[in-house]
């Protein structure tokens, strides 16, 4: 007996948390933050003009798909039970304002008509509405010059053209509207467009709190849309700014009819996802980004740590935070595992 017990008297410790945690089915029993094939959604590349798939060398595993192997890569994520499917398209021509995004004959609303027609209802398609993929200069929206001749993103303007790429992307098939460009005003811009065209049903997925990260890295190679000069830190979130600023972004577009709420990046914003779910009524969805992704198959890839352990992990994390929608290039995979068990 060691001398603390013998000064606590007999049965010391009588509480003992580690009890519940002694058997792989103990713990089974008692955990009570679960993950669902259903929370997840997969974010998905096409590209215009390829005839394969092209590998992303700073996310290994994901590619940029042609219309063929969208499809089938969309058919294996649904039979695995993964809950929905975000798209993100790369044109063949880009240009000053984005004109491929509101293009019927675009690739996203390609896609979204190719992916209707193979999946009906089984699961929910999303569109990403950004102008990024679309610019050849990479940035989220129109530009102008400001009175001192430097190039500027243009919030108002940009409006227009998020508006009419919502309601080409809502014709061609997409269930839920997802802006991710963080202007002002965006969502009541998208929801009046969406309400005017016959889609007041078509929910809103808003990229409420977004911010000018160092982890969208890899992203910029699959999607092909850095910036040609400075960056987006001009319209996404500052990270040295507290979760008061945050929680703004998440109210003011609630008011303006969004119907859910996303946190971007995942991992290193925890104290915001938390204090988003603590304060609304809606879904709350965290985007795992691609530098989150390369980080673990890039340690994976050295053997540095548990690969299928660490994306566990990390997505439970995130459920643990408040998360209800986990949107992870890991999807399919991960719930092919949850499925056995």
């Known amino acids: 007996m060691s001398d603390l017990s013998a000064a606590a008297g007999p049965g010391f410790p009588m509480v003992r948390p580690r009890r519940l945690r002694r058997t792989t089915a103990l713990r089974r ?57 975000i798209l993100f398209g790369i044109p063949a021509v880009k240009d000053a304002r984005g004109s491929g995004a509101d293009d019927p004959d675009g690739v996203i609303q390609t896609a979204l008509a190719d992916l209707t027609a193979e999946l009906g209802d089984s699961t929910v398609l999303m569109a990403d509405t950004c102008l990024d993929e679309f610019t050849d200069h990479g940035h989220c929206g129109i530009l102008r010059q400001d009175r001192h001749g430097a190039w500027e993103v243009d919030n108002d303007l940009t409006l227009e053209r998020y508006a009419a790429a ?52 890899p ?28 929680l703004r972004e998440v109210a003011l577009d609630l008011a303006e009819g969004a119907d859910a709420v ?28 691609s530098g989150e992704y390369a980080m673990v198959e890039a340690a994976a890839a050295q053997g540095w740590l548990d690969r299928d352990r660490v994306i566990a992990e990390t997505l439970v994390g995130l459920k643990r935070a408040g998360a209800d929608l986990l949107l992870t290039y890991w999807a399919t995979e991960t719930a092919l595992r949850l499925r056995r068990g």
Do not use: N
């Open 29 to 85: 029993l008692v955990s009570d933050v679960q993950l669902h094939p259903s929370d997840l959604v997969l974010p998905m590349f096409v590209k215009e003009g390829i005839a394969d798939p092209a590998p992303i060398v700073s996310m290994p595993g994901v590619v940029q798909h042609t219309r063929d192997s969208l499809r089938k890569a969309a058919v294996e994520a649904v039979d695995a039970g993964v809950g929905g499917l």
């Open 166 to 217: 919502a309601v080409a992307q809502a014709r061609a098939g997409a269930q839920v509207i997802a802006p991710s460009g963080m202007m002002d005003g965006q969502i009541a811009a998208i929801r009046a467009a969406l309400d005017g065209d016959g889609f007041a049903d078509t929910p809103i997925l808003a990229y409420s709190a977004k911010y000018a990260s160092a982890f969208y890295g």
């Open 219 to 246: 992203f910029r190679d699959a999607a092909e849309c850095a910036p040609s000069f400075g960056d987006r830190s001009g319209y996404q979130q500052d990270p040295a700014r507290r979760v008061d600023e945050a």
């Open 262 to 289: 996303m946190v971007k990046p995942a991992m290193p914003y925890l104290d915001v996802l938390a204090a988003v779910r603590a304060a609304v009524d809606v879904p709350v969805a965290a985007y795992q980004v």
